[in-house]
């Protein structure tokens, strides 16, 4: 008996493992071999058609006294920061709006899904042509109404650049936060809002004691994945600025591309993109919490 | 576990307690800003698909022109785009590669999501924890090592750089998808077909996906959309312009210094972006539960 029950159990080990062959084997040999890779070669001072040697940290050194990759470190945490802010907020306000009651309610869900289905690159091109120094159809409109007198240079000035990509950003965002937070709030039982409202609490009172507790595992959830996305975004500032006017908008994605890819300094590059990783480490521990979190709220066993 | 369809569902019928609010007040505080925060979000389509149908001569002449309108609709740039470019080449590049990358990610998703939830082999809560953290890794940061990964399997500007390199992005996704998916079908039926004899291969094939087809189509259209979406992969892996995809090749073809070139550019955005879109219409509500059933479970 207790033969057949470990014979059993390797079968089902033996079976798992064929199962799992596939996926292990694409992960393993695009994601985590390259991952162990990028590592490797950013203590080397590789170039496009060399391996490189081992430099240890110089790599390291020389970005961290790098004026323009102290630039890319600090717009890619003001980036992150300023924009999972916003599209947060909005995002929940518009989750909130679109919880309630009214006609024609699932197409006005689909509609505000649409900037998170076309693809970045092309909607990206959409706001290049809206921010275009001379024909800016938003300069077009204010200077229709009278409240500026020139042209707005929305991506040839830093500051302007900056603010212009970030709401390009949060544009692009907030739909994914809105319907992920949308389809957290359709689980908040409505007795307790009922319950709530004969005790006389205000909205901002329900909002806060049951809407928010409430919602807190999934916003842990979904806004980790955001930032996440936020902090390694390539391809707006690729198709808006390319991280200009003079460096202002480069990301830390961007600069590891322009390194590595067009100046052809492959371990450079990689010391830039591996400095991301602590970054996401920070992320993905906050994920972690959230989850443990909602498990115990469950009450969910380990299943 | 909740059901990713019936949270969605749920809740549309009942009135809830909106009868406490009157119709004024719903006005300012509902639909008000609901309206503006749908307007800015559907501007740059329209903007988008205005000017991909505007004469030339009117896309940098504001002043005699209204921008926001156009009394004349053209084809001319739709026109040049598909007859005058490599246009439809990118177009059948991207579906190709799309299809099959979300086809080899779903047949490895299956696998990998059936074994951790029903074969429970020893280690596959770990197993279901590391495919998490794989969803966790941006291709920002692989794409510097996996381009002289590329380039030494000698996959570079070929399509299989591409579809062999987007299931890494599509898998952990699908799988955990999936996962949620086969947890939902009783334990009972599979105890029952194995009791008649069916083997575990039986059992997936004619029981476990006929049941999970919901899910299967949520994992394929999404992936189908983070392939199409995927840029910074295909810049760097595809050199040659016939290979390329519609993000990338529309954002080298058109940037040279013609100042019309908004129109082809426009018209190349939007034509990119119909067929998910046409898509998405059709499967709206397998979409927002890919969306929402990933990050909820």
């Known amino acids: 008996m207790a033969l057949n029950w470990t014979e059993l159990r390797m079968n089902r080990n033996w079976l798992g493992f064929w199962f799992m062959l596939p996926a292990a084997a694409f992960l393993i040999a695009f994601l985590v071999y390259p991952l162990g890779l990028g590592i490797w070669l950013s203590f080397t001072d590789a170039r496009i058609g060399t391996p490189g040697k081992f430099i240890g940290l110089e790599n390291y050194e020389w970005i961290i006294g790098d004026s323009k990759f102290q630039t890319a470190v600090f717009f890619t945490l003001l980036y992150t920061f300023v924009a999972s802010v916003f599209k947060f907020a909005i995002g929940l306000y518009l989750a909130l709006l679109l919880n309630q009651n009214m006609p024609f309610k699932a197409i006005m869900r689909a509609i505000i899904l649409i900037p998170f289905i076309v693809p970045t690159v092309l909607s990206a091109i959409a706001f290049w042509w809206i921010y275009d120094p001379q024909f800016s159809i938003i300069s077009w409109s204010l200077k229709q109404l009278g409240w500026i007198e020139g042209n707005i240079d929305f991506l040839g000035d830093p500051w302007n650049a900056r603010w212009s990509v970030i709401f390009a950003n949060v544009w692009r965002g907030v739909p994914f936060i809105a319907i992920s937070l949308l389809a957290g709030l359709q689980t908040v039982p409505p007795s307790l809002y009922e319950a709530a409202t004969l005790d006389g609490a205000s909205p901002w009172q329900m909002f806060v004691r049951i809407t928010y507790p409430l919602l807190t595992p999934i916003i842990a959830v979904v806004m980790t994945f955001s930032v996440l996305f936020t902090f390694t975004d390539f391809q707006l500032i690729k198709v808006l600025t390319n991280g200009g006017p003079a460096g202002a908008t480069e990301l830390m994605a961007t600069m590891s591309y322009n390194t590595a890819i067009l100046g052809s300094r492959i371990g450079e590059g990689a010391a830039v993109s591996t400095a991301m990783v602590p970054f996401l480490l920070a992320a993905i521990m906050f994920s972690w919490f959230g989850l443990q979190r909602r498990k115990w709220q469950q009450g969910d066993s380990d299943d | ?297």
């Open chain 2, 1 to 297: 576990m909740t059901d990713p369809k019936s949270t969605l569902a749920g809740g549309d019928e009942s009135e809830g307690m909106s009868y406490l609010s009157t119709l004024p007040r719903r006005l300012v505080t509902l639909y008000l800003p609901l309206s503006i925060i749908v307007i800015v979000l559907l501007f740059p389509f329209y903007w988008m698909t205005v000017t991909a149908v505007k004469p030339k001569e009117h896309l940098l002449d504001l002043e005699t022109h209204n921008p926001f309108w156009t009394v004349s609709p053209t084809l001319e740039h739709i026109n040049d785009l598909l007859f005058k470019t490599d246009y439809p080449l990118w177009l059948w590049n991207t579906m190709f590669i799309a299809v099959s990358a979300t086809i080899l990610s779903l047949i490895a998703s299956v696998f990998a999501a059936y074994a951790i939830v029903r074969i429970r082999y020893r280690g596959a809560q770990t197993a279901g924890g590391l495919i998490f953290l794989a969803y966790l890794v941006p291709p920002s940061i692989l794409f510097i090592p996996l381009s002289t990964v590329v380039f030494q399997y000698g996959l570079f500007d070929t399509p299989f750089a591409l579809i062999l390199t987007y299931p890494t992005i599509l898998i952990p996704f699908s799988t955990w998808l999936l996962m949620g998916y086969f947890k939902t079908i009783p334990y009972e039926l599979e105890e029952c077909a194995l009791i008649d004899g069916a083997t575990r291969w039986q059992i997936l094939w004619k029981i476990v996906l006929p049941l999970a087809i919901p899910g299967l189509i949520s994992a394929a259209i999404f992936s189908l959309t983070l392939c199409w979406n995927e840029f910074i992969y295909a810049l760097t892996f595809i050199n040659s312009t016939e290979k390329k995809t519609v993000p990338v090749a529309i954002l080298s073809a058109f940037t040279d210094g013609d100042q019309y070139r908004w129109g082809s550019l426009m018209a190349g955005a939007l034509v990119g972006s119909l067929p998910l879109v046409i898509l998405y219409a059709f499967f709206v509500e397998h979409y927002v539960s890919a969306m929402t059933g990933a990050v909820k479970e």
